[in-house]
């Protein structure tokens, strides 16, 4: 069973960073796709990131590539996302979800693909 908590959020000015977490306390973390998803007041839930079980591939969105950066450390059964140079429209809830795949590069961006999911954390980014 996959147990996911985000941590790390919090109010930034424009320009910032933040490294949210994304933590399991189970034994078989390394055997999922971990995916990072917002969700913003009114609005779908979208893909932000993904990465693999090893961590050999990392996918992105088009509005956050070259300004986040995911990562993951299966010792520690933790996935990280570096969010810098961040803009008032990145502001969301963030979730991480987790599923063992394999996914393609098309359907790892599908919230619908994920089973176990975080409670989320609040991304507020003052202009």
């Known amino acids: 069973q996959v147990q996911l908590v985000e941590s790390g959020g919090g109010l930034v000015q424009a320009g910032g960073s933040l490294r949210l977490a994304c933590a399991d306390s189970?034994?078989?973390?390394?055997?999922?796709?971990i995916g990072w998803f917002r969700q913003a007041p009114g609005k779908a839930r979208e893909f932000v990131s993904a990465?693999?079980?090893?961590?050999?591939?990392?996918y992105y969105a088009d509005s956050v590539k070259g300004r986040f950066t995911i990562s993951r450390d299966n010792a520690k059964n933790t996935v990280y996302l570096q969010m810098d140079s961040l803009k008032p429209e990145d502001t969301a809830v963030y979730y991480c979800?987790?599923?063992?795949?394999?996914?393609?590069?098309?359907?790892?961006?599908?919230?619908?693909?994920?089973?176990?999911w975080g409670q989320g954390t609040q991304v507020t980014v003052s202009s």
């Open positions: 979800a987790a599923e063992s795949g394999p996914f393609t590069a098309a359907t790892m961006r599908l919230w619908e693909g994920y089973d176990y």
């Open positions: 189970g034994r078989a973390f390394r055997n999922y796709y």
């Open positions: 990465i693999s079980w090893g961590g050999a591939s990392t």
